[in-house]
Structures are given as C-alpha cells and as structure tokens.
C-alpha cells in the first residue's frame, strides 16, 4: 500500500519544549511555581530524563523558567506588562549622596509572606534587613525592609549593609544581576512607621515593592521601600530609539 511521505518529526526534546511552553504562557502554571520534577515529566512524555533537560534548557534560555540548584525549577515573572530593569538601575538611591543607618541585620527562618516573595520554603534561611536612609542633613528619607535567600547570596557582611548591596553582590560575589520588578503605591504612615522614621506625624509615603533577579532568572532579593516624597524624588530617562 502506498503512503503519503511524512515530513520529518520533530526532535521530542522540541515537542516536550513546545508543550511546557504553552502551559506557562496559558498559566497553567502560576509564577514562581515549581514545575514538575523531571522524573515526572519524563514519565508523563514517555521520554529520557536528558530529553527533558534539553526541553527545559531551551525554556530557560527563553526566560520562561530559572533553575535553583537543590530545589528545582520554577517559573520565570515574566509578564509583558512589566519590565525588566537593567543592572545599573536596580539602584533606587544613589549612595554618593545619601547615607545608611542600619537598624537590623538577622538572619532567620522567613515568614509565609517572604517564603512566596522569595520562592523559598519553611527551611531555609533569609537574611533580613532594616536600615534608613538619610541625606546629608541626616533627614530621614526612606525605609527600606531588604529579604535575601541565604542559599543564593552567601557570606553578607554587616558593613556591605552601609552602602549598595549590588556591588557586593556583583564584586565580591561574582553575580551577574539581570532585572527587577517594581511595585509603586502610596499609604499613610503608620505609629509604627513614624516611630521607625522618625516622623512628626503621619505623613504620605511612596511605597515601593522591588523583587530582583540575577541573569539566569533566579530570585535573590525583595525589598519594601517606605520613601518620603518630600525629601526625594525619582527620575528616570526613557530612550525609544534604541
């Protein structure tokens, strides 16, 4: 019996690449979700676990998914609708200018909060960070609330928490910081944040949620800014002819 010349299949790490990826951008699964081990994705595509290293290798590439070593693989934030932030903007407060008060400097187990921000889980540990920011009259202008997995960023020291984290991450650590999230919104200050700030009364704050991410993809910070927007302000240059 004659039969109509197929054309050729394609690669199945392809096919198991092509299925993944649309189950993310349909949200089957939600960001920072796990994806299945790859035992089970091999048992539920009938292929080797290789095949699925190379199937997740490309959705990594395509920044649809990041790897944590030790924990598995999860699903990239990577919504249109926000953008990535370069390196060098991943600075809020230019540290030439304004200085750091250190209120606390703990490293502990995380709260459930932190455990989704983080995409961390009830046994590992975060550094958690509080410090102010003053200008050079030693105003208060921000707060700043800084969560850090400890199993990504090893070995922080207390005087780094004086200055810009980023170039002891990138200097000492070797890490390559790729983009970040930013969240703005506005709220009353509370007693507790009057108190911390050292405010007359209560006052506007800028709020600012920043969740950060090295190149590869993998979460490594969370920060919560309380920012007086009369004693600071933010700029930012927008080129669209790049």
Same mark, same amino acid.
């Given at each position: 019996?004659? @039969?109509?010349?197929?054309?050729?299949?394609?690669?199945?790490?392809?096919?198991?690449?092509?299925?993944?990826?649309?189950?993310?951008?349909?949200?089957?699964? %939600?960001? !920072?979700?796990?994806?299945?081990?790859?035992?089970?994705?091999?048992?539920?595509?009938?292929? /080797? +676990?290789?095949?699925? +290293?190379?199937?997740?290798? =490309?959705?990594?590439?395509?920044?649809?998914?990041?790897? =944590?070593?030790?924990?598995?693989?999860?699903?990239?934030?990577?919504?249109?609708?926000?953008?990535?932030?370069?390196?060098?903007?991943?600075?809020?407060?230019?540290?030439?200018?304004?200085?750091?008060?250190?209120?606390?400097?703990?490293?502990?187990?995380?709260? /459930?909060?932190?455990?989704?921000?983080? !995409?961390? %889980?009830?046994?590992?540990? %975060?550094?958690?960070?509080? @410090?102010? =920011?003053?200008?050079?009259?030693?105003?208060?202008?921000?707060?700043?609330?800084?969560?850090?997995?400890?199993?990504?960023?090893?070995?922080?020291?207390?005087?780094?928490?004086?200055?810009? =984290?980023?170039?002891?991450? %990138?200097?000492?650590?070797?890490?390559?910081?790729? &983009?970040?999230?930013?969240?703005? /919104? &506005?709220?009353?200050? !509370?007693?507790?944040?009057?108190?911390?700030?050292?405010?007359?009364?209560?006052?506007?704050?800028?709020?600012?949620?920043? +969740?950060?991410?090295?190149? !590869?993809?993998?979460?490594?910070?969370?920060?919560?800014?309380?920012? @007086?927007?009369?004693?600071?302000?933010?700029?930012?240059?927008?080129?669209?002819?790049?």
């Amino acid at each position: 019996m004659w @039969r109509q010349a197929s054309m050729k299949e394609a690669p199945k790490y392809e096919i198991v690449a092509d299925h993944l990826r649309q189950q993310i951008l349909e949200k089957e699964f %939600t960001i !920072n979700e796990q994806l299945p081990q790859e035992n089970a994705i091999a048992d539920a595509y009938n292929v /080797s +676990r290789i095949t699925v +290293r190379k199937a997740l290798d =490309i959705l990594v590439d395509e920044n649809l998914i990041y790897r =944590i070593q030790g924990s598995g693989t999860f699903v990239k934030d990577n919504q249109p609708h926000e953008t990535g932030a370069k390196e060098e903007s991943l600075e809020i407060f230019d540290f030439s200018k304004f200085k750091v008060k250190l209120l606390n400097f703990a490293v502990d187990k995380p709260n /459930s909060d932190i455990m989704d921000q983080l !995409n961390v %889980t009830a046994f590992d540990f %975060t550094y958690e960070i509080e @410090r102010l =920011i003053l200008d050079e009259d030693d105003e208060v202008v921000a707060f700043q609330k800084i969560y850090m997995p400890a199993k990504v960023i090893q070995g922080m020291r207390m005087d780094v928490l004086k200055g810009s =984290i980023y170039e002891f991450l %990138t200097e000492d650590q070797g890490l390559v910081l790729g &983009s970040a999230i930013r969240t703005l /919104s &506005s709220e009353i200050a !509370n007693d507790n944040t009057v108190k911390i700030m050292n405010l007359k009364a209560a006052e506007p704050l800028l709020t600012m949620e920043q +969740r950060s991410f090295l190149e !590869n993809g993998q979460i490594f910070e969370y920060v919560y800014n309380y920012i @007086r927007p009369s004693k600071f302000s933010l700029h930012e240059s927008i080129n669209l002819t790049d």
